[in-house]
Structures are given as structure tokens and as C-alpha cells.
């Protein structure tokens, strides 16, 4: 059984990877400040960073999704309603990754454990723990985060208009090899290839935006996309730091094992999770919630490592996702871009998420009990 739930915890982490990894590099994609495979190896990269500091800063989300405080202790110590919570919350996230949509670990964990916990105790399930230590946290976070993203992009456009940092747009011209029809004798047609200037028009969406000039010696552009790079590096190392925990917890029963050998299993098997399984969501995340340049994206990743930070260190329990579709949501606003239909969606799929992670999690519990 111990097995069983030590491999039902690393599939949850691979459901987590491929669902979240993404988000915290989705404004480099959706910006194109660089392409896929840079924006995936980076968003591995610091999150598995953020994992392994996890270990040593944020042991206090242990605890609190070991079900502890929210059902009997008797319960909490029982290998079946880890096992139940782990795959329940494991299903849950990766059907929504293979179908494109950005749901919150967090929120399939919180459902599990209501799932298994009604199966197991009924009556004695304390919900008043729950919405005090878990709904709140979750409720406040987006909102929090569509209003502190567009007031840092406005904040860092008057620091860039009263520095007179002006933006440029970049057209593309160029020689490019062209067939052109010549009519012979004989009524047939030479087909030489001659070469003419070509220039390329597209939508506006599709152009390159770029800042112009220097300051202090430094090329505007290239300050700006390596803040970007590491602003969403610092949301990337966030997430790790503040999902990590919420998974090991499914292992603290795992007596045999130190929970930090636990921890580092997870930290690895959401980095093969993103790098194998995070296109669906990335496409979601990068171009169907709103448009962006390279300064939106990069305030957006700062509010949200702001908030994840913060409250990995305090020890609440936050959602990854609910604050970087958030940030992103209010960078639209700010700029009139955001797309509505989508985020509707989205919001739907946060809402079905509990009550789908409850009924596969107490599903699995039956099962694992017979």
C-alpha cells in the first residue's frame, strides 16, 4: 500500500507539472520574447528550484493538506484516504491539461479531500476549518491579483514615459526569390526566377513591439526581456515552492521514508509533467486570455510571484493558477484585450473542478477499501 501511495503522489505531481508549469512563463510565449522550447526549459528549470527550497521554507503547507484539522486524526493516518486524495486530485488535473484547461491543483486537492472525508467520517467532517484555512485563501487570490497587475503595469508605464522610453514597431522588408512567367516563342512560357523586395504585413497582433533607445548605456529591449525572463522565473520558482509541499503531504505517512526524499520525488515528477504535457495549457495561457507585450507580461508575473511568495512563506494555501489567470485577467483590462469568452470558461472549469476531484476521490477510497 505504502508503494501504491508513493506512486499515486508522483502521479499527482506529473498531473501538477503538466497542468502548472506553463503559467508562470506564459507571458514569454504569449509576448514572443522567446518560443516554446525556451519558455518550457526555464519554467523547469526554476521550478524544480523552487521545489527543492520548498523543503526547507514551506513546510508548513505539509500539514494542512495531510487533511489534518479537517477530518479525525484516525482518518488523516489512514493509507486509503491518501491514496483516494492523491489519485482523485491526480484524475482531476490531468484530464484538464489534455484539454487545454488551467485549473488549480489546489482546488482538485481541496476537493478530494472533501470527497474522501464525507465517505470516511460524514458528520465529523469540519468544514468551518475548511473555509477558514482553505476557501478564503483561494476566493481572495485572483481578486487580489486583478488588482495589483494592472496597477504595477500602470506604475512601470509612467516610470517608462517620465524616463522617455518610447516604443517602436518593427516591419520586416527584405529580397526573396520570385517566379516570374516570360512568354516564348512557340507559345510556351519560361518560368526564370528573378529577385524582388518583398515587405511583410500582418495583423497588429502579430508584430513585433519593441522599446527603442538606451538608458544609462543599456539597450531598452534587451533590459526589459531580461526582466521579463526573470520575472517569470521568480512566478515559475514560486509555484514549486508553494505546490511542492501540498503534494508531499499525501507521503508524511510514509514513515520508512524522510519526507524530504518524498519532496525531491515530487520536485522531479513535476518537471517531466511540464516538459511532457503542458502544450494544451500553454497555448490557453499564451494567447486566448488576452494579448500582451513584453512590459504587461512582465507586470503580471510580478504581481503574481508577489502574492504565491508571500503566501508560500506564511503558509496559505494559494492557488498557482487562480492568481496567474488573474494577473493576466487585469493586464487585459488595463489594455482592453482580454477575452471574456475564455475566461469564462476557465472559470467554469475552477468551479467543476472540487465537486469532480470529490466524487473520483471518494470513488477510489470504495475501491481501495473493498
Known sequence: MFVFLFLAACFLAYSNGANDNFKGVASLFGSKTCNYRTAIGWATVTTFGGSVCSIFLARSLLKKFSGQGFVPDAVVGSEYFLLAVAIGAGVTV?????????????????????????????????????RESFFLPLLLSPILAVVLSPLLYIFFRLVRLRLGITKEWCVCAGRKQEVIPIPQPASVMAMPTAPTVSLSVDKAAACAERYAGTYLGINCQKAMEAAHFLSAGAVSFARGLNDTPKIAAMLLLVKSMDIRWGMAAVAAAIAVGGLLNAKKVAETMSHKITGMNAGQGFAANLSTSILVILASLIGLPVSTTHVSVGS??????????????????????????????????????????R
Open 94 to 130: 490531468i484530464l484538464a491539461a489534455v484539454t487545454g484547461f488551467p485549473v488549480s491543483t489546489t482546488h482538485a486537492l481541496t476537493g478530494a479531500i472533501i470527497g474522501s472525508g464525507l465517505i470516511t467520517t460524514g458528520a465529523q467532517v469540519n468544514f468551518g476549518f475548511l
Open 328 to 369: 493576466l485577467f487585469g493586464i487585459g483590462m488595463a489594455t482592453r484585450q482580454s477575452n471574456i469568452r475564455v475566461v469564462n470558461r476557465i472559470l467554469l472549469s475552477w468551479v467543476l473542478t472540487i465537486p469532480c476531484a470529490a466524487l473520483m476521490s471518494g470513488l477510489v477510497y470504495c475501491l481501495a477499501r
